[in-house]
């Protein structure tokens, strides 16, 4: 098994092959992949040397310390944190080959069809359908996905559609990687109570995917969607971030900068948000390593339950303490952002912004739910639908 001080010898080596202040940003990130310097835990050709993942801070402190580019995880998140971990543990070796090279270097954008108007939360009732072709066997794919991020920025998509109508909603569930660039595929900007439009609705109609795009085995989508819910969960609640990296940065600087706005009260509670925003990023180091071990567990819902808790509350401190300066918003104007930028803002984007942390990636509610069940045990929610026909179901 390789250890740090093999690693610490790689990326010296990258870096003396391909020193960053004279290559080309791109092959930069393209010869890291290729010397398996990008995730270390991936396995050897995909990006990866098969070590321990807790050693990628090894080469990563190397590679910052000698001022190379990093592939922006921020802008490429869902790819990163939701498509890659599927298609490593569900695709097949011609997937993993074609998709997490131009993943992982940002050449490619993913976005996630998973989401639809009247299946968000109960994301198993979805009804966009899949049929397959009898000739070509393609999948003839109709349906509309909504509040997806990065559509219109994306050139791969991980789509749920519904293949068997006669089951059970979480049976006959296929899960497939969709090009978005093919016809059929019709995005649709649309507007957030920030203004920008980082998110779209998605219409799907007669798109032919074929069936080497099909990720797992027919009919078990839901078992694969697992995979890439619990990672999404880590991805959103769990980035590194350094101390005072996050939300409570700007208004602890705020405060120090600005004497005449403290009260006693305000004080008393920056405090204690200092220290949750602390223990949350503490806990999320520790996450972050037991996800060494393995695929990422409940704990993963709890994370991201802390986090969106947390970002609206400071957020919503921090216009308190900015007064009628919290309120001023810095541009109205319709953009579609490729990454959402919370401390490069105002405190009012950062106020309007923290609201969606407790919808996006599942809702706050549903999240107690799984908590509730998978980590304290109590008593799972009545499910009636559970052996009716999706077609049956009454919607
Ligand atoms: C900023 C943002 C980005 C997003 N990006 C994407 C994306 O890229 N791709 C994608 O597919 N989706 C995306 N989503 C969609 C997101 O995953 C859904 O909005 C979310 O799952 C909630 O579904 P819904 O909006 O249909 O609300 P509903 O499911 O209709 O929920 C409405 C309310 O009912 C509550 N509720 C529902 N069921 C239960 C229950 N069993 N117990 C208790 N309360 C319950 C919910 O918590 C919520 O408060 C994004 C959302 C946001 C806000």
Redesign the pocket.
């Known amino acids: 098994m390789i250890d740090a001080g093999e690693l610490r010898t790689r990326t010296r080596a990258l870096l003396e092959a391909h020193p960053p202040a004279t290559t080309d940003r791109a092959d930069f990130l393209k010869a890291r992949f290729d010397a398996g310097l990008a995730w270390v835990h991936y396995p050897e050709g995909l990006g990866g040397l098969g070590a321990p993942r807790s050693l990628q801070a090894v080469v990563d402190a190397e590679l910052e310390a000698a001022g190379a580019p990093d592939n922006d995880p921020r802008r490429i998140g ?1 790819g990163l944190g939701m498509a890659a971990p599927t298609v490593l543990g569900f695709g097949t070796e011609e997937q993993k080959q074609r998709f997490l090279r131009p993943l992982w270097t940002g050449e490619e954008v993913w ?13 198993a009732a979805l009804g966009t359908r899949a049929v397959r072709d009898a000739e070509s066997g393609d999948w003839v794919v109709n349906g509309q ?7 219109h920025t994306a050139r791969w998509a991980i789509l749920i559609a519904r293949t068997d109508p006669d089951l059970p909603k979480h049976r006959g569930i296929t899960y497939f990687v969709c090009d978005m660039t093919d016809p059929g595929v019709e995005v649709r900007p649309l507007r ?1 109570i920030t203004g920008e439009a ?2 779209n609705e998605v219409f799907l109609t007669d798109v032919r995917v074929p069936d080497a795009h099909r990720l797992g085995e027919v009919g078990e989508g839901w078992k694969v969607a697992q995979t890439t819910l619990m990672n999404e969960r880590v991805s959103i609640g769990g980035m590194r971030i350094p101390r005072e990296g996050g939300m409570i940065g700007p208004v602890a600087k705020a405060w120090r900068d600005r004497p005449e706005l403290r009260t006693h009260d305000l004080h008393q509670r920056l405090l204690k948000l200092w220290v949750d925003a602390e223990v949350a990023r503490l806990t999320g180091e520790r996450l972050r390593q037991q996800l060494v071990a393995g695929q990422p567990g409940p704990e993963g819902s709890g994370m991201k339950l802390g986090f969106a808790r947390l970002n609206q509350e400071i957020s919503g401190l921090e216009v308190e303490l900015l007064g009628e300066e919290g309120l001023l918003y810095d541009d109205w104007t319709m953009r579609r952002p490729e990454l ?1 930028d919370f401390v490069g803002r105002e405190a009012g984007y950062r106020y309007l ?1 923290s ?12 999240l ?2 799984i908590v509730a069940e998978r980590v304290l045990g109590l008593p799972a ?1 009545p499910r009636t639908d559970k052996d009716v026909a999706w077609k049956d179901l009454a919607r």
């Open positions: 869902i976005c996630q069809l998973f989401s639809e108007p009247g299946a968000g939360s109960d994301l996905k909504v509040w997806t991020s990065s559509a957030q980082e998110f959402v912004r609201k969606g942390n407790s919808i996006e990636g599942g809702t706050s509610e549903v107690l739910n929610e």
